[in-house]
């Protein structure tokens, strides 16, 4: 068999490893943003609806105010309203 018509089987074996490993990349990513669209459930990050230590909502790096002052805001990775004096388990100071 010569060279040019011999099949290359390390590169292929290399060529398939990489399109697979892209593919489980692509799939992560896919999850993680379904995950944080949906958002985890108060109960998981034990959200409260006043501060603790001094920490509350408006202050984490992951809230997002409400486009009006005065109600409640959203969060990263919380799912529903959130309350700018709110706190969880999440709280992570801006910065």
């Known amino acids: 068999m010569s060279e040019l018509t011999r ?3 390390r590169r292929a074996l290399l060529k398939t490893a990489a399109g697979i490993s892209a593919g489980i ?3 992560g990513i896919a999850a993680t943003q379904t995950a ?3 958002g985890m459930a108060k ?3 034990k959200y409260q609806d006043k501060p603790k230590d001094g920490h509350q909502c408006d202050g984490c790096a992951l809230y ?3 486009s009006s002052s005065g109600k409640d805001g959203r969060c990263k990775a919380v799912a529903g309203a959130i ?4 706190w969880c388990e999440l709280w992570s100071p801006k910065s």
């Open 43 to 45: 109960s998981a990050v």
């Open 36 to 38: 944080e669209a949906a």
């Open 7 to 9: 099949p290359n089987g």
């Open 64 to 66: 997002i105010p409400a």
């Open 25 to 27: 990349a692509v799939a």
């Open 83 to 86: 309350s700018p004096k709110g």
